[in-house]
């Protein structure tokens, strides 16, 4: 092609973006599905970082009323609560749960593949399809704010879920939050935590007290899961560098607060509180 000819088109695009700097939904529903093919994009949290400390440092400062770290306070409740099918997504006609959502235009084509990557175990190991939102009521907003944050459950209509580009773009992360969408509770919080891990109060800070607060959870008959994508680290809110707030027993030495990749008790509780028969 004649290198004038290759340069008129290039000038004639850009005059077209800078005219249309808003993408449309449609738009974001292309970019978003359409991408090139090739492996998707999997973030892994770094080996030798706490990711709890890393996302509820990115998190603080929020403008949002953030409870246990990340989980944003209902302003039209006065509790934080999912306990019943009214906070839980539906199922269509194809026993499939659909969470529609949007994604903000912040994102770079990497973002948006690490999220995609994210999603897919849910759609590859559950029940659980996340759909580009059409004219749909209740969805989820999918947008570059300011921390690593989600609503408990369906709240109806519009609900922000929010991966902060500096800290929050993981697979792991992103998993978590959205956990967090689906209806679940962080898992060092659910009713029978005292037979597994030990909160050390000494390192707690008095206005992070409620962050332990234990939680009326379904536990779904299933055991206490160290290994879930939705247990902090140990030293979660910690007064003191090198001090762990939460102990694993009876065996100190136990692992927790991974984000690498939803564990097999985190995609058996979405099963059996969904409904799924995959």
């Given at each position: 092609m004649d290198p004038r000819a290759s340069l008129s088109i290039l000038l004639l695009l850009a005059g077209i973006s800078l005219a249309n700097p808003v993408r449309s939904n449609l738009q974001l529903f292309f970019i978003f599905h359409n991408q090139k093919p090739g492996p998707p994009a999997f973030l892994p949290i770094p080996g030798n970082v706490d990711i709890t400390t890393k996302f509820l440092e990115t998190n603080k400062g929020s403008s949002e009323h953030l409870i246990e770290g990340d989980l944003v306070f209902p302003k039209t409740k006065n509790a934080l609560y999912c306990f019943n099918n009214n906070c839980f997504w539906k199922k269509n006609s194809n026993n499939l749960v659909e969470v529609p959502y949007i994604v903000s235009s912040e994102y770079s084509s990497t973002d948006i593949s690490v999220i995609k990557n994210a999603m897919s175990t849910f759609h590859n190991k559950t029940c659980i399809r996340f759909v580009p939102r059409l004219n749909q009521t209740d969805y989820i907003s999918i947008e570059n704010k300011d921390g690593c944050y989600s609503y408990l459950g369906r709240i109806g209509g519009k609900?922000?879920?929010?991966?902060?580009?500096?800290?929050?773009?993981?697979?792991?992360?992103?998993?978590?939050?959205?956990?967090?969408?689906?209806?679940?509770?962080?898992?060092?919080?659910?009713?029978?935590?005292?037979?597994?891990?030990?909160?050390?109060?000494?390192?707690?800070?008095?206005?992070?007290?409620?962050?332990?607060?234990?939680?009326?959870?379904?536990?779904?008959?299933?055991?206490?899961?160290?290994?879930?994508?939705?247990?902090?680290g140990k030293t979660a809110f910690t007064t003191q560098a090198g001090k762990n707030t939460i102990t694993p027993i009876p065996d100190a030495t136990v692992a927790i607060g991974q984000r690498q990749d939803m564990s097999n008790l985190d995609i058996l509780r979405i099963n059996k509180l969904y409904g799924c028969v995959v």
């Open positions: 609900q922000v879920v929010s991966f902060n580009r500096q800290g929050c773009v993981y697979h792991g992360i992103i998993q978590h939050e959205l956990n967090h969408a689906l209806g679940f509770y962080h898992e060092h919080t659910r009713s029978d935590r005292d037979k597994y891990v030990k909160i050390n109060w000494e390192y707690v800070p008095t206005d992070k007290a409620s962050n332990f607060q234990i939680q009326n959870t379904n536990n779904q008959n299933t055991t206490y899961d160290y290994g879930s994508i939705m247990h902090y």
